[in-house]
C-alpha cells in the first residue's frame, strides 16, 4: 500500500488537507525539559498539561517521559523494547494500517525523538515541519481539552532496525579507533566545550567529537533549513560514516538525525544514552574545549 507521507517532512497545508483521513494518527510529543541552573540538574516533565490548553484538532498527547520511555533504564527517556513501544502506541490509537504526524512546542526536538522511534519499529511516520507555532501561525485550528484517546488500536507488529541505534559500547569501539564511525554532538556549543553547567555528572563531550547543534539545523521559525543550508552546517560530515549521533539524552540528536534524513543520509544512528548514560561512569572519557 502506497504511504500518505510524502517523505520525513510535512507542512501545515498537507496535514490540513489530511487532518480528517481515518488512516493518519497525529501526536504532540511536547516535554518539558528547563536548562538546568548547575551541575546534575535534571528536570524534566510531560507536556501534556500544554497539549490540554491548545492543539491540533484530533491530536493525541504522547508522553516521552512516561509511557513512551523505559522506566527500568538508567537513564531518562530512553526508548522502550519493541513490544512495549507497540503497546504504548495502540494505546494512543497507533495501530496496523495507521501513520503518524508528530509535532510539538519546543523547536522540533521532540517531534523528531518520537518520529526516530517510530521509524526504529518501521511505522510510517513524518514530522510536522514548524511544529504546533507553523499551525497556528497559519491559521489553522485549535482544539482545547483533555479529551479521551481513541479506542486503543490492534498494536503493530514492530519490524525493528537496531541500526538506527547505537549503543555504549559500539561508541567506546569508535574512540577507540576500533569501529568506524564519526561522533557527532548536537548539543549547543556550551554543551559541548563544557562551559555551562549541564544536567548530567560531568561537562564535555566524547573524545573525537564533532560538533554539529541540532538547533542550527532549524530555521528561525523552527523549519529545518533548506536542503543546501543544510548541507554546508554539516559539512565536516562529507565523507564520514557512519554518523553516531548524541547530545544530553537523545532528544536533540534525533533532531539532528532528522536533517540528516532529509539530506538523504542513510549511515545515521543515534546514541540514546547519550551524555547522560557516558559520564556516569568515571572511566569514559570527556574532553572540553572547542
Same mark, same amino acid.
Given at each position: 500500500?502506497? %504511504?500518505?507521507?510524502?517523505?520525513?517532512?510535512?507542512?501545515?497545508?498537507?496535514?490540513?488537507?489530511?487532518?480528517?483521513?481515518?488512516?493518519?494518527? $497525529?501526536?504532540?510529543?511536547? +516535554?518539558?525539559?528547563? /536548562?538546568?541552573?548547575?551541575? #546534575?540538574?535534571?528536570? /524534566?516533565?510531560? #507536556?501534556?498539561?500544554?497539549?490540554?490548553?491548545?492543539?491540533?484538532?484530533?491530536?493525541?498527547?504522547?508522553?516521552?517521559?512516561?509511557?513512551?520511555?523505559?522506566?527500568?533504564?538508567?537513564?531518562?527517556?530512553?526508548?522502550?523494547?519493541?513490544?512495549?513501544?507497540?503497546?504504548?502506541?495502540?494505546?494512543?490509537?497507533?495501530?496496523?494500517?495507521?501513520?503518524?504526524?508528530?509535532? =510539538?512546542?519546543?523547536? #522540533?526536538?521532540? +517531534?523528531?525523538?518520537?518520529?526516530?522511534?517510530?521509524?526504529?519499529?518501521?511505522?510510517?511516520?513524518?514530522?510536522? =515541519?514548524?511544529?504546533?507555532?507553523?499551525?497556528? &501561525?497559519?491559521?489553522?485550528?485549535?482544539?482545547?481539552?483533555?479529551?479521551?484517546?481513541?479506542? &486503543?488500536?490492534?498494536?503493530?507488529?514492530?519490524?525493528?532496525?537496531?541500526?538506527?541505534?547505537?549503543?555504549?559500547?559500539?561508541?567506546?569501539?569508535? $574512540?577507540? #579507533?576500533?569501529?568506524?564511525?564519526? @561522533? $557527532?554532538?548536537?548539543?549547543?556549543?556550551?554543551?559541548?566545550?563544557? %562551559?555551562?553547567?549541564?544536567?548530567?555528572?560531568?561537562?564535555?563531550?566524547?573524545?573525537? %567529537?564533532?560538533?554539529?547543534?541540532?538547533?542550527?539545523?532549524?530555521?528561525?521559525?523552527?523549519?529545518?533549513?533548506?536542503?543546501?543550508? @543544510?548541507?554546508?552546517?554539516?559539512?565536516?560530515?562529507?565523507?564520514?560514516?557512519? $554518523?553516531? @549521533?548524541?547530545?544530553?539524552?537523545?532528544?536533540? +540528536? +534525533?533532531?539532528?538525525?532528522?536533517?540528516?534524513?532529509?539530506?538523504?543520509?542513510? =549511515?545515521?544512528?543515534?546514541?540514546?544514552? %547519550?551524555?547522560?548514560?557516558?559520564?556516569?561512569?568515571?572511566?569514559?572519557?570527556?574532553?572540553?574545549?572547542?
Amino acid at each position: 500500500m502506497t %504511504s500518505l507521507l510524502p517523505g520525513p517532512l510535512v507542512d501545515d497545508v498537507w496535514l490540513a488537507a489530511h487532518l480528517d483521513d481515518p488512516r493518519l494518527v $497525529v501526536l504532540d510529543a511536547t +516535554a518539558l525539559l528547563p /536548562s538546568p541552573r548547575h551541575d #546534575g540538574d535534571h528536570r /524534566s516533565a510531560s #507536556g501534556r498539561a500544554g497539549w490540554a490548553e491548545r492543539h491540533v484538532p484530533g491530536s493525541h498527547h504522547a508522553d516521552l517521559t512516561g509511557d513512551l520511555s523505559d522506566p527500568g533504564a538508567p537513564y531518562h527517556f530512553a526508548v522502550p523494547a519493541p513490544g512495549a513501544l507497540a503497546a504504548a502506541l495502540a494505546r494512543l490509537g497507533v495501530g496496523e494500517g495507521r501513520e503518524v504526524v508528530v509535532y =510539538d512546542t519546543g523547536g #522540533g526536538i521532540w +517531534a523528531a525523538r518520537l518520529w526516530w522511534m517510530l521509524r526504529a519499529i518501521s511505522v510510517p511516520a513524518a514530522v510536522l =515541519d514548524g511544529g504546533l507555532a507553523v499551525w497556528e &501561525a497559519a491559521g489553522r485550528p485549535l482544539a482545547t481539552g483533555d479529551t479521551e484517546a481513541e479506542p &486503543a488500536a490492534v498494536p503493530v507488529t514492530p519490524v525493528p532496525r537496531p541500526e538506527l541505534w547505537t549503543d555504549i559500547e559500539e561508541v567506546a569501539a569508535i $574512540v577507540r #579507533g576500533e569501529r568506524p564511525g564519526v @561522533l $557527532v554532538c548536537a548539543l549547543p556549543t556550551g554543551g559541548y566545550d563544557g %562551559s555551562v553547567p549541564t544536567r548530567y555528572s560531568r561537562r564535555g563531550h566524547i573524545p573525537g %567529537s564533532v560538533s554539529v547543534p541540532g538547533r542550527g539545523l532549524l530555521d528561525d521559525t523552527g523549519r529545518v533549513r533548506p536542503t543546501s543550508e @543544510l548541507a554546508d552546517r554539516v559539512r565536516a560530515l562529507a565523507g564520514a560514516s557512519p $554518523v553516531v @549521533l548524541y547530545c544530553g539524552g537523545g532528544i536533540s +540528536a +534525533a533532531g539532528a538525525a532528522l536533517a540528516l534524513t532529509v539530506l538523504g543520509r542513510t =549511515d545515521v544512528s543515534v546514541y540514546d544514552g %547519550s551524555l547522560e548514560e557516558w559520564s556516569k561512569d568515571p572511566e569514559r572519557p570527556l574532553e572540553s574545549g572547542g
